[in-house]
């Protein structure tokens, strides 16, 4: 159980234009699901919260009209790269966490989406 | 000064060896620890969950807690090359979701 897929699991673009990458809790509802962003040989950096239907809350620094993130439903979350950037290459992962006391109140990954911009 | 300190390795053991990974943090307003395990290139795996002092075992792991020395441990018994992998703590504030993580522990496990 608790099992977080990521679509794409790899993507290049080229600089200028957006990507898309899903996330899906496929066993689970969650009410919360987190975007984070792993640079090689670094920890993982939460760049933004979101609920189910509310607005995603983002962390210091993160800008929130370049990372659009969306939480449509309780098994799905995208989060955009609007006008991709070399510098915006990253290993991005998601990871989704239930409903409190429903054995999944801890956060569950994704796979991870890495993303090249040429 | 870092809410989570993790030495970074990396860190190489032979087979069957104890492993012993390490966190300290400095917020003592942290009260849920986890132990993520992380393979090159994919999601981390959540290993271990607590939110007490103390030890709690789940087959060859081991986490141990001391929220007094805010210090926290994660052993690998009969360590195995499959073990190879980056070690992630993480700890967050009861209540609040958000998770804190320690800049990992590389550990290669030499057969």
């Known amino acids: 159980g608790a099992v977080v897929s990521q679509h794409p699991s790899r993507v290049i673009c080229k600089s200028g234009t957006s990507v898309k990458i899903e996330c899906r809790s496929l066993d689970f509802q969650a009410t919360t699901m987190f975007w984070y962003r792993q640079f090689p040989k670094q920890s993982l950096m939460l760049m933004a919260t979101?609920?189910?239907?509310?607005?995603?809350?983002?962390e210091q620094g993160v800008e929130k009209d370049k990372f659009l993130i969306n939480h449509a439903s309780l098994t799905l979350s995208t989060l955009t790269v609007t006008s991709a950037h070399p510098e915006d290459s990253s290993f991005y992962i998601c990871s989704a966490r239930g409903a409190s006391g429903g054995g999944t109140d801890t956060q569950y990954f994704g796979p991870g989406t890495r993303l090249t911009v040429l | 000064q870092k809410e989570v300190e993790q030495d970074p390795g990396p860190l190489s053991v032979p087979e069957g060896a104890i492993v012993s990974l390490n966190c300290t943090y400095s917020n003592s307003a942290f009260q849920y620890f986890m132990w993520y395990r992380q393979y090159s290139r994919k999601g981390p795996e959540l290993l271990m969950y607590t939110y007490s002092s103390g030890n709690k075992e789940d087959g060859r792991f081991t986490a141990q807690v001391d929220k007094s020395s805010k210090y926290i441990s994660l052993f690998i018994r009969d360590s195995q090359p499959s073990d190879s992998a980056t070690y992630l703590c993480?700890?967050?504030?009861?209540?609040?979701?958000?998770?804190?993580f320690g800049t990992g522990t590389r550990l290669t496990i030499i057969p």
């Open positions: 979101s609920n189910e239907g509310s607005k995603a809350t983002y």
């Open positions: 993480a700890m967050s504030i009861f209540g609040n979701e958000k998770l804190t």
